[in-house]
C-alpha cells in the first residue's frame, strides 16, 4: 500500500496542475466562469477565492500579505500596493485584475502566499515573541531595583544617564523580510558598542583579512572591555573591545577627510538599515569624548607599542582616529533599524529589504565568528554556552542578535547589569532559546525538544508520526530501530488515533509488529473508531500478525462495522507527498490558512492517506464546518470512501456534529456501506 510520505531519499514527482481553459468553481453562490491563464498565477488567486466565487477582495489581499509579516511599505512589493490601492477594501477584484496587479512582484507574493517563507508560521511565531517579551518584563520588574536586580542605566557617559529606564523594546527581521516589533521599538538610542561589528566589516571589505589582523587578534581578552593591554604581539585581543574597534577604525579610509570617512560610515549604516537613514547625537559625542581618559590612554598605549598601521603616522592622526570612534558609537537608530542590519548579517551580507548585497559572505562569517566568542563584554563565554548566538551588545542597552540563516534580532532596555549588557535583553534572550532551537547546537543530534519555527508547524507535529508510519506498513524494521536510537516515541497516533502498531498489522509486517512490541509499545492502542491492531489484523487476515498479538494480550476493539469491500471507483486517489499529510493535519484542526497556503502552492484537495481518508474526511470528523464548507465551495469530492468504505458523512454523524453532517447531506454527500466486524 501506498502512503503519504517517501521516505526513500526522493520526493515523488508529483503531476503539475493545469488548469483547464475555462473553471467554473461549484459553490453555493451559483457557478461563476473565470477565464484562466497563469497556472502559477491562478493557483494563488484560488487560494484568497475562498467561496470560489470568481473574486477576492483588496482587504483579504493585503491581510494575506501581513499576516506573512510582509510590511506594505515594503520596496519589494511597491508596485502591487500601489495597483491595490485603486481599490477600496470591500471591493472585488477579479482574476484578471488579482494578475495585472501581481506581476510587477509576483515571485514575493508567491512565496508569501504559499507559507514559503523562512518562518512559515510567522502569526503564530510572534504570539511567542510576544508572550516571551510579557515574561520578561514581569520577571525583571519583579527582582529588586537594584544594579543586580534590574539593572542602572549607564552613567559614566552623562547624556546616556538621562535615557527613560523603562524603555523595552524588541523588533525582529528575517532573512525574507518578515518583520515584527514589540514596545519600544521606534525610540532612537545610540549604537554605542554596537557599531563594532560593523566597523570591523567595513575593515575588513576595505583591508582584506591578512591586513586587519595583522593590527587586530582574534581571541578572546578574559579582561575587561577597556582594559589597558594588548594581545602577546603588541594588538589589541579582538575587535570587539575598545583597543580593537579603535584599531578597526584606523583601518577604514585612514587618509580621507575626518568628514568623508565618517560620512563614508553613515552611508555603509544606510545601507545595511535598507535605505533608512541613520541618526546622529553630537551631543552624545560631545559628553563621550570629554569622559574618554582611557580610551585616549589606550590610542596612546597602542602608538607606544607601534601597533597602528602606517597611515596612523602622526600624533594628530590618532586622537583624529580617535574621534572618529566616538563619532561612530554616536550614531542613532531604532531597534528596527538595527534588526534589519543584524538580519542583513544573518543573511550573509544581504540585506532583506532591499536585497542589496553590502558585505562578502566570507566578512560576514568572520564577524559573526568573533561576535559568538567575544561580543558580549565579560560575560561572553557565559553567553555562548547558554544563547549559543553570534551577538553584540551596547552600554545604550541595545543588543544585537543574529541568528544565521534566519533572522536578525534587536532588543533595547537601557537598564544594564553588573558588566555592561542590558538586562532584560539577556532575559529576553535566555526565554527565547529555551523555547527556540536556536542555540547554535540545538539541533546537534537532529533532535531538539524545542520549537522549531523554521519548519511548518502542521507538518512538524506529523512528521514523525508520518515516518515512523510509512515504516510500519511498508516492514522496514531497520528504519524504526535507528528512530529508536534517537529517542523518538515508536507509537504516536496520527488524526485518526491510528499508530505504527496499527499499520503494521493492517498491512502484515509481523517482524515490525514484533519489534514494537519488544520495545514494549502497548499491544491495544484504540484509534478513532475503537479498532485496535488485533482488529486490523483479523479484518486484512494476516494469520500470523494475530498469533503475536494475541501471544501478548492483544484484544479486540469495541468498532461495529467495517465495509465489506471498498469500491475503487468512489476510493480517493492516493496521493505520496507530505502536502497531503500536511493538508488532511490542517483539516482535522480546521486550519484554513494553511489550506489557503497549500492551495497556492499546488495541491490537489482531494487526496488520501494510506487509509485513503482524505482532507473532508478529517474535517467532517473533526466537526470543521468552516473547513468543510471551504471544501465544498471549492468542489472537493462529497463521498470519498476510506479504507472501511467509510464517507465523510460517516464520519460528522458518528462523532456527533450534526451541523456538518447537515451542511454535507444538503449538498448530496451520502453514507458508506457498512457490515459488521467479522470474527
Not at 511599505?73 to 490601492?85: G, M, Q
Not at 544594579?147 to 524603555?167: C, S
Not at 574597534?245 to 555603509?268: G, W
Not at 473508531?529 to 479484518?539: F, K, S
Given at each position: ?647 465523510p458523512l460517516d464520519d460528522a454523524i458518528r462523532h456527533g456534529h450534526h451541523d456538518v453532517a447537515r451542511l454535507l447531506e444538503k449538498h448530496g454527500a451520502v453514507t458508506g456501506k457498512k457490515i459488521?466486524?467479522?470474527?
Amino acid at each position: 500500500m501506498s502512503t503519504a510520505i517517501n521516505h526513500g531519499g526522493q520526493k515523488p514527482k508529483r503531476k503539475k496542475e493545469r488548469p483547464p481553459a475555462k473553471e467554473r468553481p461549484q459553490s453555493s453562490g451559483g457557478a461563476t466562469l473565470i477565464e484562466v491563464g497563469d497556472a502559477r498565477e491562478f493557483r494563488l488567486f484560488r487560494a484568497l477565492d475562498l467561496n470560489r466565487n470568481g473574486s477576492i477582495s483588496r482587504r483579504d489581499f493585503e491581510e494575506a500579505l501581513t499576516r506573512e509579516g510582509l510590511s506594505l511599505d515594503d520596496f519589494r512589493i511597491t508596485e502591487c500596493v500601489a495597483s491595490l490601492a485603486e481599490h477600496g477594501m470591500s471591493d472585488s477584484i477579479s482574476y484578471e485584475e488579482f494578475s495585472r496587479i501581481a506581476r510587477p512582484n509576483i515571485l514575493l507574493i508567491e512565496r508569501a502566499l504559499q507559507g514559503n517563507m523562512v518562518l512559515p508560521d510567522f502569526e503564530d511565531f510572534c504570539t511567542d515573541i510576544r508572550r516571551l517579551y510579557k515574561e520578561t518584563v514581569d520577571h525583571v520588574g519583579s527582582l529588586p531595583d537594584t544594579l543586580e536586580g534590574q539593572g542602572a542605566v549607564a552613567d559614566y557617559i552623562p547624556q546616556l544617564a538621562r535615557v527613560d529606564p523603562h524603555y523595552f523594546g524588541v523588533s525582529l527581521c528575517t532573512i525574507d523580510g518578515q518583520r515584527y516589533s514589540m514596545g519600544d521599538t521606534d525610540v532612537d538610542f545610540c549604537v554605542q558598542s554596537t557599531c563594532k561589528p560593523i566597523n570591523y566589516c567595513l575593515a575588513l571589505e576595505e583591508r582584506g583579512l591578512d591586513k586587519v589582523h595583522h593590527h587586530i587578534g582574534r581571541e578572546p581578552s578574559g579582561r575587561g572591555f577597556n582594559e589597558l593591554a594588548l594581545y602577546k604581539d603588541q594588538k589589541p585581543h579582538n575587535p570587539m573591545i575598545n583597543a580593537g574597534a579603535i584599531m578597526a577604525c584606523s583601518l577604514i579610509r585612514p587618509k580621507a577627510d575626518h568628514a568623508d570617512r565618517f560620512d563614508y560610515v553613515l552611508k555603509q549604516w544606510s545601507r545595511l538599515m535598507g535605505g533608512e537613514k541613520p541618526r546622529y547625537n553630537n551631543a552624545v559625542y560631545l559628553s563621550e569624548r570629554a569622559t574618554a581618559d582611557r580610551n585616549f590612554a589606550l590610542g596612546y598605549y597602542m602608538r607606544e607599542k607601534r601597533a597602528f598601521p602606517e597611515e596612523i603616522d602622526t600624533e594628530s592622526r590618532m586622537v583624529k582616529t580617535l574621534e572618529f570612534y566616538f563619532q561612530c558609537c554616536s550614531i542613532e537608530l531604532n531597534a528596527e533599524n538595527m534588526a534589519t542590519v543584524a538580519a542583513t548579517l544573518a543573511n550573509g551580507g544581504v540585506c532583506p529589504t532591499s536585497g542589496e548585497k553590502i558585505f562578502s559572505t566570507e566578512t560576514v562569517q568572520n564577524c559573526l565568528s568573533l561576535m559568538y566568542s567575544c561580543g558580549m563584554y565579560d560575560y561572553s563565554g557565559e553567553w555562548a554556552f547558554s544563547i549559543g548566538l553570534p551577538a553584540k551588545s551596547g552600554v545604550a542597552g541595545a543588543l544585537m542578535i543574529v541568528i544565521p540563516n534566519v533572522m536578525g534580532i534587536c532588543t533595547w532596555s537601557p537598564r544594564l547589569d553588573p558588566v555592561g549588557n542590558s538586562r532584560r535583553g539577556i532575559e529576553f534572550c535566555r526565554r527565547l532559546v529555551k523555547t527556540f532551537n536556536f542555540h547554535n547546537y540545538d539541533n546537534l543530534t537532529g533532535q531538539s525538544s524545542k520549537k522549531d519555527p523554521r519548519l511548518n508547524r502542521i507538518l512538524a507535529e506529523a512528521e514523525n508520526v508520518q515516518e515512523l508510519i510509512w515504516a510500519a506498513s511498508k516492514g522496514d524494521v531497520g528504519a524504526i530501530q535507528r528512530l529508536a536510537t534517537r529517542g523518538i516515541e515508536l507509537n504516536p497516533p496520527d488524526y485518526d488515533q491510528r499508530t505504527p502498531l496499527h499499520l503494521a498489522a493492517a498491512e502484515g509486517q509481523d517482524r515490525v509488529v514484533k519489534l514494537l512490541l519488544d520495545y514494549g509499545i502497548p499491544p491495544n492502542p484504540r484509534d478513532r473508531w475503537g479498532g485496535t491492531p488485533l482488529d486490523d489484523a483479523y479484518i486484512q487476515g494476516h494469520t500470523n500478525v494475530i498469533k503475536l498479538l494475541e501471544a501478548r494480550d492483544g484484544e479486540r476493539g469495541d468498532v461495529q462495522s467495517y465495509a465489506s469491500e471498498v469500491d475503487p471507483a468512489g476510493a480517493a486517489p492516493m496521493v505520496e507527498t507530505d502536502m497531503v499529510v500536511e493538508l488532511i493535519w490542517a483539516a482535522s484542526k480546521g486550519d484554513i490558512r494553511a489550506i489557503q497556503q497549500l492551495v497556492a502552492r499546488g495541491i490537489a484537495l482531494d487526496g488520501a492517506d494510506y487509509d485513503l481518508r482524505t482532507p473532508m474526511h478529517l474535517a467532517a470528523a473533526e466537526g470543521q464546518r468552516l473547513v468543510v464548507q471551504y471544501f465544498i465551495d471549492q468542489g472537493v469530492g462529497l463521498s470519498p470512501r476510506d479504507r472501511w468504505g467509510g464517507t465523510p458523512l460517516d464520519d460528522a454523524i458518528r462523532h456527533g456534529h450534526h451541523d456538518v453532517a447537515r451542511l454535507l447531506e444538503k449538498h448530496g454527500a451520502v453514507t458508506g456501506k457498512k457490515i459488521h466486524v467479522p470474527t
